[in-house]
């Protein structure tokens, strides 16, 4: 795929926030995540490549063409926001033909060049309605009409989902990923949660404190972190540091707390290790498997979250572990009983 946007040296100062030397690529038809914490630049970034901030220094291209000094309209971008900024006063018809009436459209053909995307979202019925009277999914689907009846090469959603209950937020998150299909759209979608960045995303950029600290696919992101900020965001849990050293053929040994746990890397000296909870398994008796890394620990603590249960078990150090509540009580776990810990060596990721 060719590269559609392009960010060079990106700096955009604001006062009180900065970001800073934000480089990106973004392929034609790609669904890009910009990932990140509350206050990391996630929306500035978003809104420098729409137009609305000038850049201190760095450029913008798309399709080739250096657009850094171009107005918003004249990007070819559409943008939808968390809160939708629909217009109160005006019908969801109307909101929805807005900027063709701009562009000097007459109701009537602006109403018909509307419609394949009304027909596409399944939004026919509303068309009357004013957006005081929609659900939260109801606007967030006439938000995208709007933006989308435009035909923008670019879609930039900004906390699409964030503001949407759970179940309505699973409906729309759907809707995105079959427009994404359908429409062969490229779209940059901002948000702080990683389970919805990995679930949409074809690649995440990762920010935080004003700066771009890893891009990659989901599995990178997911499973090798390359700094401690990614790896708490991605919800690793359990990052260690320790010595690295030679082991055997095959592994290194990576010191934590005094326990060698087998892992594979080229890396040594001091380091940070991680390996996922979901990759642990728990067992009362020692497992026989092919595992190079078991050891006995004492389950210090016990966090239901419904459908899962988390546990800490000091072996040392402390490893969170992830079970199915019907594990959990299939083995009779309980806080200070003894449990032993199983991964592979393949499982440590060591950065």
Not at 143 to 152: D, H, N, S, W, Y
Not at 200 to 214: E, M, P, W
Not at 255 to 276: C, F, L, N, S, W
């Amino acid at each position: 795929m060719s590269t559609l946007i392009r960010t060079e040296g990106l700096c955009v100062d604001l006062g009180e926030f900065v970001l800073r030397d934000a480089d990106l690529e973004v392929a034609e038809h790609e669904y890009f995540i910009i990932l990140g914490p509350t206050g990391a630049g996630k929306t500035v970034l978003l809104e420098t490549i729409a137009g609305l901030y000038p850049p201190s220094t760095g450029d913008i291209w798309m399709s080739g063409q250096r657009v850094t000094d171009l107005g918003p309209d004249k990007r070819g971008i559409g943008i939808v926001y968390q809160d939708h900024v629909l217009f109160p006063h005006l019908t969801v018809r109307d909101n929805i033909i807005f900027g063709l009436r701009q562009q000097g459209s007459k109701k009537r053909e602006a109403s018909s060049q509307a419609q394949w995307i009304i027909d596409l979202l399944g939004i026919s019925h509303l068309l009357e309605r004013k957006p005081d009277t929609l659900s939260g999914g109801e606007k967030q689907k006439v938000a995208l009409a709007r933006a989308l009846v435009m035909q923008p090469q670019v879609l930039l959603l900004d906390e699409p989902l964030s503001a949407l209950d759970p179940e309505t937020r699973e409906n729309v998150q759907r809707e995105l990923r079959d427009l994404h299909e359908k429409l062969q759209l490229t779209c940059i979608h901002v948000t702080h949660d990683f389970e919805e960045a990995i679930s949409l995303g074809d690649r995440i950029a990762v920010i935080g404190d004003g700066r771009i600290v890893q891009v990659g696919t989901p599995e990178e992101i997911f499973r090798r972190p390359n700094s401690e900020f990614v790896a708490r965001f991605a919800l690793t849990r359990n990052i260690f540091s320790g010595e690295v050293r030679d082991g055997d053929d095959e592994c290194a040994m990576v010191y934590v707390e005094g326990t060698p746990i087998a892992v594979v890397t080229d890396h040594r000296g001091r380091r940070q290790a991680t390996v996922r909870p979901e990759d642990i398994l728990l067992s009362p008796e020692p497992l026989r498997s092919s595992a190079r890394n078991s050891f006995k620990g004492t389950i210090t603590e016990v966090i239901s979250k419904g459908s899962t249960v988390n546990l800490r078990v000091r072996v040392p150090p402390d490893f969170i572990c992830l079970v199915t509540r019907r594990s959990y009580e299939d083995m009779e776990l309980r806080e200070g009983g003894d449990v032993y810990v199983t991964f592979k060596a393949s499982a440590v990721h060591v950065f």
